[in-house]
């Protein structure tokens, strides 16, 4: 029984370890740096086509069935390339272009799955297939820039080179970490020729510098000496300074004993001084104890005296003033009373004096409108005679023209000769001849060939045809004709 158990013990273990002898080989771990590509099943891959016909695996372990699967090694190691390249710029100059590239394998699956189609089994020919991608873009790119801009722009160059192998870098797997123009050769010395006048000015520049340079070294040597000599202009000033103060303490030391002599005299003065000082003070103490106490007792006196009276007569004004006061407040209080009592007697004595002017009032108004009426009446009454009598003077004037004419002028002869008079107003002196006749005769021709009197007679005539009755006023001439001054007239018989 033991050895049955033994062996089955044995059997077990030797199957263990079988079977970590066949797990250790079907297990595969991918290093950090490298991707295990394991071909021989279909699988799929997130970020892949499906059916690919491998499976990627990077960072961790995976299972291989030996003679069913095969598994490769994909290193994702950082790699580069020297670039030497032959390159004409856009100004048809020859130049050589001296660079590195530093590349590898993208760590995406996508990147690793192109890098392993192409360089699973040539890793050793990527450097070389990078190199001629770079080469020929790089060709290109120099060919439409200038020397200058080359040199002056290193950057722009790497950058523009960067951007177009981007793409077939991408397609080939492959990311760039860095590339770098280390040299641009000139066979033809071009660059050279350019760098003469910046190193030309730069050698003038330089010259310029050392001239300065050596100015103002020489004006600091100058300057130093300027300062050396005010030093030792200074140090004698203050030689000669210290000089004169030993001299001025020697003549000091041999006054001394004649100085010492005067300070103790001015010092017996001094205290005489103060001993005559102190007795005025004595004295004017004294005077204060004898005279000005007393006086100022005395004067305080007065004026707490003069004080008491003034607040008594204060107080008697104040209450002399509070007495007007409650008086003048009576008076106004009588007054305001009388002046109520005064209002309501004038308030009544108006009411009567308006309630009498209106009765009034309305009286002389009736009179006045009675009055007015009557007056109405009678001017009514007369205007109905005048025309009564207008029309009858109208009949009259329309049966016997000539009669009416006669008896208007017969009435209003005394104005017609009046106005006829009138015509010789203005005559100072006029002499008459054949007598009586003369004057006669005068006076009927002033009226009967256009004088004044004529012309009255027409106007008469005129206005009873146009109207049928009488002008207003033909009654009374006297305002057509104007009164003659006093004449001197003298008549000559012949």
């Known amino acids: 029984m033991p050895m049955v158990i033994g062996v089955v013990a044995g059997i077990a273990v030797g199957a263990v370890l079988v079977l970590i002898g066949v797990f250790k080989m079907m ?12 071909s021989g099943s279909k699988h799929r891959t997130e970020g892949l086509e499906e059916g690919m016909g491998f499976r990627i695996v990077t960072g961790r372990g995976t299972l291989v069935l030996p003679g ?34 530093i590349f590898k394998v ?17 890793q050793k ?23 200058e801009d080359m040199i002056r722009d290193r950057e ?18 492959l990311i760039v970490d860095s590339l770098q123009i280390h040299e641009i050769e000139d066979p033809t010395g071009y660059i050279q020729n350019l760098a003469m006048p910046h190193a030309a000015a730069v050698q003038r520049d330089a010259r310029i510098a050392q001239a300065e340079a050596n100015r103002l070294a020489t004006e ?33 030391a041999q006054q001394a004993g004649p100085l010492a002599d005067a300070a103790a005299r001015q010092e017996v003065v001094v205290q005489m001084t103060r001993v005559a000082e102190l007795e005025a003070q004595r004295t004017e103490q004294q005077l204060q104890a004898d005279v000005r106490k007393p006086a100022d007792a005395r004067a305080y006196e007065k004026r707490t005296i003069a004080e008491a009276e003034r607040d008594a007569r204060i107080s008697a004004a104040q209450a002399k003033a509070k007495e007007t006061e409650l008086a003048a407040a009576a008076e106004a209080t009588r007054v305001k009373t009388a002046a109520a009592a005064e209002a309501e007697a004038t308030k009544a004595r108006g009411t009567a004096t308006a309630a009498s002017t209106r009765a009034t009032g309305e009286a002389e108004a009736a009179a006045a409108q009675a009055k007015g009426l009557a007056q109405a009446e009678a001017t009514k009454a007369k205007g109905l005679a005048e025309a009564e009598a207008i029309k009858a003077r109208a009949a009259a004037l329309a049966e016997n023209q000539e009669a ?60 009873m045809n146009q109207n049928g009755q009488a002008p207003a006023g033909t009654s009374s001439l006297n305002g057509l004709a104007p009164q003659p001054p006093a004449q001197k007239v003298s008549v000559q018989e012949d």
Not at 106 to 122: E, H, K, T
Not at 132 to 142: Q, W
Not at 236 to 251: P, T
């Open 220 to 252: 600091a040597e100058q300057q130093s000496f300027a300062r050396m000599a005010e030093a030792t202009r200074d140090s004698e000033i203050l030689q000669a300074g210290y000089q004169a103060e030993r001299d001025k303490a020697a003549a000091k």
């Open 125 to 147: 020919l990527m450097s070389e297939r990078v190199h001629n991608v770079f080469a020929g873009h790089l060709r290109s790119i120099v060919g439409g820039l200038t020397v």
């Open 106 to 122: 993208g760590d995406d699956f996508v990147s690793i799955a192109n890098a392993g189609r192409r360089f699973l089994d040539q």
């Open 404 to 463: 009416v004419v006669a008896q208007q002028l017969a009435e209003n002869w005394p104005e017609i000769v009046r106005a006829g008079a009138s015509a010789f107003g203005n005559v100072d002196n006029m002499v008459v001849l054949n007598g009586a006749d003369g004057m006669a005769d005068m006076f009927a021709k002033a009226l009967t060939m256009g004088g004044t009197g004529l012309g009255l007679a027409r106007q008469l005539l005129a206005s």
């Open 27 to 38: 297990w595969r771990v991918a290093e950090p740096n490298e991707a295990l590509i394991i």
């Open 156 to 173: 722009k160059l790497t950058g523009q080179t960067r951007a177009a192998c981007g793409t077939e870098m991408e397609k080939l797997g």
């Open 68 to 101: 069913v699967q095969a598994v490769r090694k994909l290193s994702l190691d950082l790699n580069e390339t020297e670039l030497h390249v032959d390159c004409v710029t856009h100004q048809g100059i020859p130049l050589k272009v001296r660079g590195v590239v």
